[in-house]
């Protein structure tokens, strides 16, 4: 199986900064990567697709890049509502992994 | 709107079994595949199955294969989870989600439009 291996764990950060999460993956997954945002008690929600399109109704301040290996996701100017656990699914081959998550907390 | 609602979690026994269900509205059932994911408490998602559109073709992760059945019906627009033989270590919160092919050009699929989850608790 495909090993995601997701960094930081958590990060803490004040509104309006910019932040970077990062997935590796163990072996070439292309393009095939998944970015999901999970709030407290919530479903996860899509935010990235294919590593860097954004899903139908995600706010632009979201951002991923990366293919091959090596992808991040960067939140920019963070808003109050974006202090969540982010995780990243690789969806190249089965079985489907997910990273470990990224919490971001409130400085 | 398009939605997911789980149920038929609870608390059961080790080695006892328990069949979740996951019913979809708002979208043509039929033309898509369906995915159970899970989470333990406090721990990060993991994706436990996948059934393909016309539920001709089924994956599990190794660690309940033999033990879980995914399937669904139709008839009734809904996915299910038959969990047999369960363990400690099955205790979660277990999520559907629908496997949306988003991109234009090529095919691309991933889980967009996810239910709220039921949690499975085993527990002697």
């Known amino acids: 199986a495909i090993q995601m291996t997701q960094s930081p764990s958590s990060l803490s950060a004040s509104v309006g900064d910019t932040v970077s999460i990062t997935c590796r993956a163990s072996?070439?997954?292309?393009?095939?990567l998944g970015w999901y945002q999970q709030k407290p008690g919530k479903a996860p929600k899509l935010l990235i697709y294919?590593?860097?399109t954004l899903q139908s109704g995600v706010p632009s301040r979201f951002s991923g890049s990366g293919s091959g290996t090596d992808f991040t996701l960067t939140i920019s100017s963070l808003l109050p509502e974006d202090f969540a656990t982010y995780s990243c699914?690789?969806?190249?081959?089965?079985?489907?992994?997910f990273g470990g998550g990224t919490k971001v907390e409130i400085k | 709107q398009e939605q997911l609602v789980e149920s038929g979690g609870g608390v059961v026994q080790p080695g006892r079994s328990l069949r979740l269900s996951c019913e979809a509205s708002?979208?043509?059932?039929?033309?898509?595949?369906l995915h159970w994911v899970r989470q333990a408490p406090g721990k990060g998602l993991e994706w436990v199955a996948v059934?393909?559109?016309?539920?001709?073709?089924?994956l599990l992760v190794d660690s309940v294969k033999g033990r879980f059945t995914i399937f669904r019906d139709k008839s009734k627009n809904t996915l299910y989870l038959q969990m047999n033989r369960l363990r400690h270590e099955d205790t979660a919160v277990y999520y559907c989600?629908?496997?949306?092919?988003?991109?234009?050009?090529?095919?691309?699929?991933?889980?967009?439009?996810w239910g709220k989850g039921t949690t499975v608790t085993v527990s002697s």
């Open positions: 989600a629908r496997e949306g092919n988003l991109c234009i050009t090529e095919t691309c699929y991933y889980m967009d439009v």
């Open positions: 708002g979208f043509t059932f039929s033309s898509y595949g």
């Open positions: 059934i393909s559109d016309d539920g001709n073709n089924k």
């Open positions: 072996q070439d997954i292309a393009n095939d």
């Open positions: 294919a590593a860097s």
């Open positions: 699914l690789q969806n190249y081959n089965y079985p489907l992994t």
